[in-house]
Structures are given as C-alpha cells and as structure tokens.
C-alpha cells in the first residue's frame, strides 16, 4: 500500500478526544520517517498529515481544536467503519493510533482484516497521552498488535516490556520515547519583585477533568485554592480549566469547577483560564496539581512543581506515581511559602528535563530517534510488512474480545456486523443533525441527570 520512496511521507492520525489528537499530531509529526524533499535536494520533505476524529462522546469540538493548536492537512470526523473503508482505499506510511485501548484493538482487528492479501500497509503507531497509572496491563495488552507501542519514558518502556514477556506476548513493539508536546522557555526563577518582573508571582493550579471524582473532594481543592489566593493578594492565582461546561475531553468531567467556583465568590486574584498550556507555563512560577501530565511539562521546563498530597497519595488519584519525585506536598505548605526540588533521578527516569528543555539540546531532541530509524527500517524492509498480530484473538479471549469489537460494529473476525449502516458515504444533513443532538443529550445527562440521580441515591 504505502510507497516508502514517495515524497513527502504521508501519515494518518486517528484519535477520539482533544488531548489524544493533540499526543497523535504531534507524535505523528516527530516520528515521520526521513525522506528527501526531491532528487539531489537534500533536504527532508515535510510530512502530509490527515486527521481522522472518531465519532463518540469526547470528540473535540471546534474550539478546543484550535486550542490545542495542531493542525492537518486535513481533517474530519468518522466512524470506525468509515475509518476502515479510508484506510482500504488511501495509501499511507505511518497510522497513529491515539484511542483508547478497546478502540485500538478493535482498529487493529478491523485494519487486519482490511489489509489482508494486500502486499503492504502502514506502520501501525500507538502509545499512551500522558501518565499511565492504571489498568496497566489491561491498556497495554489492548494495544498489543501495533508495530510500534510508544513508551513516553524509560521506566514506563521497562514496564511495558515486563507486562508483554509475563503473558508471553512479542515485547518488541515497544519502543521508548518521550511525550510530543514538552518543550518551551525554561524557568529561569524569579529575577525580583512584581514591578520589576513586570507581572506577579503566578501560581496555576491544573484541574483535571475527572481527579478527584467526587464533589467534597473538587470543592475542597477549589477551597484552598481560593484561601491560597486570599492569603497571597500579591500573586496571580489561576485555574487552568481544560474544558467549558459541555465539552468533554479525554475523561468525563460530571462536576465542573465553573459550576463550584460560583458559590464561593473567588478574590480579585484568581482567575479561571482556558487555552493552550504551552502558553499558560510561560507565565506560570508554580505548578500545582493532583496528578496531570501538566506536572511533566513543567518539571521539563524547570517550573517549581507541586503534586498534592492533601487528599492522600492513592493509586485511585494517580498521584502514586510521582512518589520518588520530591514534588509531593500539602496547600498547608504552599501557602508557608515551600517550593519543592525535583530529585534529578526521577525526573531523568520520566524522559523530561534530561538535559534541560528541547531548546537547550539535551537527550530530549534525540528521544524520537528511535522511533523514526525503527519506522524506517521497516517500511524499507523486502516484501512489506507482516499482517498484523494482536495478543487478544477469539481463540484467547472469547470471552473478553467480542465485546469489545461489537462496540465498534465489528464482528468476531474484524469485519463489519450484519446490518451496519454503509461506511462508504458521507452522512446526510439530516443523520448529521441526530449525531449532534444525540451527543448534546448525552453531555447534558452525563453532567446535569447523572450526578442528580447519585445524589438521589444517597438519600
């Protein structure tokens, strides 16, 4: 299918929410195999890049596209069967999946039974967003079956290779390198007071759409945010929302913090923020959260950076992760003025702030070397590349594969279930209209209906 010697490569990114498509694009952009712009030029021709949103509950909308600041050649919104029939019919080099686990594995399903016979195909890309610190072994036996499974660290490349050989499975495939989206200024600390810096201390608090999940939990990190900022008037306190009341990203966000912070009556001082947070760290003099990959960015860019400990260091916050990191602490200790110091091991071990930021040079502007040699490699190999071999077939998990298939409207063996709607045209305006309203009413009872009938259920 794909010509390795065409010019420029050309990769598809297939992704289910704003954050998945912002780590496809990106990832998609740095591995993209070497390839001259012409003959005798020399120079590397840039890759073609089309995006592909699968249709479901998180798919961006249109602002936090352009929020996250990504762009394609071209894009648009499929279903998995539509999905499939693009990838019979369209020639690529490299095919970066950015779904969840169960959408990975029944992609690779459907993908196998689309290529076969077919001499060659992609390289079939795939990997993790941010932290993995849950359902290790069950995303990544999901995702067994690409060439290529995207390791984002050292000791996460350790742990996936340890999953895949303790269940007999090719480990092969992983292949170690670093999230797509660090980089930025370095922090270069606080030069002096506010009016000679220009602007206040700013301390930003990263919300995370579905940590903690639970209201008395949500209200009282907002609380202390807000106490923060009440004891503090000289600095700049913000919340970085990623989502407006709607909008879903990659998790369910039933209680958001616009709703909360209108009861409390916020100080003049904390603001809530939206947009790019590249952007927000360029302003940003310490990094608070529970667990976001938000911390990785700016332990990357030498940010002070501060993991709460307030509700407990628990697998289920995800804040277990960084024990070893020397960033954990309490608000009762931000607001008596501590700054944490990264333990310099750790931090090595997590692939950021190896050599400082992108900028200066360091281990970080070679992390995706590997991936591109490997991806090259294979797409120069003899004879294309072998069909695609997931771990979970319907002779090892009977049990378990099926489910997760037929939520894609795809049978036992990957092809499309009896009586699916046609995948080979474009939906009229009137199935446009459903798809939005059906999707409008799931947010509405995801975020309004849900919690009331929790709430019910309590009494």
């Known amino acids: 299918m794909p010509a390795s010697t065409a010019n420029p490569p050309r990769i598809a990114v297939l992704a289910d929410s704003d954050t998945r498509w912002k780590w496809g694009a990106l990832t998609a952009t740095r591995i993209a195999p070497s390839m001259e712009a012409g003959p005798g030029s020399g120079a590397q021709a840039a890759p ?12 961006p909308t249109p602002r936090q596209l352009a929020e996250v600041g990504v762009h394609a050649d071209s894009l648009r919104e499929v279903t998995a069967l539509e999905f499939l029939r693009a990838m019979a019919r369209t ?14 594995q029944a992609l690779l399903h459907g993908l196998k039974r689309v290529w076969e016979g077919q001499g060659e195909r992609p390289v079939v890309v795939t990997g993790y967003v941010g932290v993995v610190y849950e359902k290790l072994a069950d995303g990544l036996l999901l995702r067994h079956g690409a060439d290529l499974v995207l390791a984002n660290s050292r000791q996460d490349a350790e742990r996936f290779r340890a999953v895949y050989e303790g269940v007999g499975a090719d480990a092969s495939s992983v292949t170690e390198v670093a999230l797509p989206f660090l980089g ?3 922090y270069t600390g606080e030069p002096g007071p506010s009016a000679e810096r220009g602007r206040p201390y700013t301390v930003v608090f990263a919300a995370q759409p579905s940590v903690p999940d639970n209201r008395r939990d949500r209200a009282y990190l907002l609380d202390r945010l807000v106490r923060h900022a009440r004891l503090h008037p000289e600095r700049e306190v913000l919340l970085k929302l990623r989502s407006r009341p709607g909008e879903h990203t990659t998790h369910i966000e039933e209680l958001p913090y616009q709703k909360l912070a209108q009861k409390l009556g916020p100080p003049p001082n904390l603001r809530l923020v939206y947009g790019n947070m590249g952007e927000v760290l360029d302003r940003t003099d310490l990094m608070v959260t529970v667990s976001s990959t938000a911390a990785l960015e700016s332990l990357h860019r030498r940010i002070p950076t501060v993991v709460l400990t307030d509700l407990g260091v628990r697998e289920a916050l995800g804040n277990h992760h960084f024990v070893g990191s020397g960033c954990l602490a309490s608000w009762d200790q931000l607001d008596a003025g501590h700054r944490p110091a990264p333990h310099e091991e750790w931090v090595t071990r997590q692939g950021v702030a190896a050599g400082g930021p992108s900028s200066g040079g360091g281990s970080y502007a070679t ?14 190999g003899p004879g294309g590349l072998p069909p695609l071999t997931p771990y979970y077939t319907p002779e090892t998990a ?32 009137v199935r ?19 919690p009331v009938i929790r709430r019910m259920g309590e009494l």
């Open 184 to 186: 930025g200024a370095p």
């Open 91 to 104: 020639s690529y080099d490299v095919l970066v999946l950015a779904l969840v686990g169960g959408g990975v």
């Open 367 to 380: 992390a995706f070397d590997a991936a591109r040699e490997r991806i090259t490699k294979l797409l120069d």
């Open 432 to 450: 446009r209209i459903v798809r939005r309203a059906a999707r409008g009413a799931y947010r509405h009872g995801v975020q309004r209906v849900a």
């Open 48 to 59: 073609v890049l089309d995006g592909f949103l699968l249709r479901g509950r998180a798919t």
């Open 398 to 429: 009977p049990g378990y594969l099926p489910g997760i298939l037929a939520r894609h409207h795809l049978g036992p063996d990957g092809s499309p279930l009896p009586g699916e709607p046609a995948a080979d045209r474009e939906p009229g305006p």
